[in-house]
T-cell receptor, first 114, second 114 residues
Framework: NAGVTQTPKFQVLKTGQSMTLQCAQD?????MSWYRQDPGMGLRLIHY???????DQGEVPNGYNVSRSTTEDFPLRLLSAAPSQTSVYFC?????????????FGPGTRLTVT | SQQGEEDPQALSIQEGENATMNCSYK?????LQWYRQNSGRGLVHLIL?????REKHSGRLRVTLDTSKKSSSLLITASRAADTASYFC??????????????FGRGTQLTVWP
């Protein structure tokens, strides 16, 4: 099992550009989520999904879109990149409701917006 | 904020010593989890403790939970250089609109010197 994979590992964007961060898991997990990690801030939840076709907003959803057309994939779209979105982004999955189950994290995508 | 707060922010010890990290939180929870993050990597789940449990062990790890004091501690016994990492607590919300979400603290950076 590859677990949770994320691409790309690194990305540099100019302000106003858009891009999609990819996340895939091969564990047949229903629950998936996106977090951002900023220095001194811990991880903050951006969006999450409890199954294919079902998504919802987390703590910091502005500027990001998600969709979940399959169980395996949960891409995160930056609509118009801003320097404030410079961060490390982690995708995670679990077999049940987040708080009650172990979260499996991907290796992260380090994004810089200039 | 529903975020947990780890203490201390940084801890430096010698190999063989024990390391204790604390997590305090403000709202009621249903579960609490601890994660480890090696530099430049994703988070790895260590242990989950439910609100009706007081103590849990896993190998060299011991986690306690005191819901009356809204605090948890992670003890790593006989530390090794390989334990050098950041450690995060994540509290599971039991509140209606955020039920089941995980809230991560800012982490404790543990350095174990050979």
């Amino acid at each position: 099992n590859a677990g949770v994979t994320q691409t790309p590992k690194f990305q540099v964007l100019k302000t106003g550009q858009s891009m999609t961060l990819q996340c895939a898991q091969d564990m047949n997990h229903e629950y998936m989520s996106w977090y951002r990690q900023d220095p001194g801030m811990g991880l903050r939840l951006i969006h999450y999904s409890v199954g294919a076709g079902i998504t919802d907003q987390g703590e910091v959803p502005n500027g990001y879109n998600v969709s979940r057309s399959t169980t395996e994939d949960f891409p995160l779209r930056l609509l118009s990149a801003a320097p404030s979105q410079t961060s490390v982004y982690f995708c995670a999955s679990s077999r049940g409701q987040f708080a009650g189950y172990e979260q499996y994290f991907g290796p992260g995508t380090r994004l810089t917006v200039t | 904020s529903q975020q947990g707060e780890e203490d201390p922010q940084a801890l430096s010890i010698q190999e063989g010593e024990n390391a204790t990290m604390n997590c305090s939180y403000k709202t009621s929870i249903n579960n609490l989890q601890w994660y480890r993050q090696n530099s430049g990597r994703g988070l790895v789940h260590l242990i989950l403790i439910r609100s009706n449990e007081r103590e849990k062990h896993s190998g060299r790890l011991r986690v306690t939970l005191d819901t009356s004091k809204k605090s948890s501690s992670l003890l790593i016994t006989a530390s090794r250089a390989a334990d050098t990492a950041s450690y995060f607590c994540a509290t599971g919300s039991d509140r209606g609109s955020t039920l089941g979400r995980l809230y991560f603290g800012r982490g404790t950076q543990l350095t174990v010197w050979p």
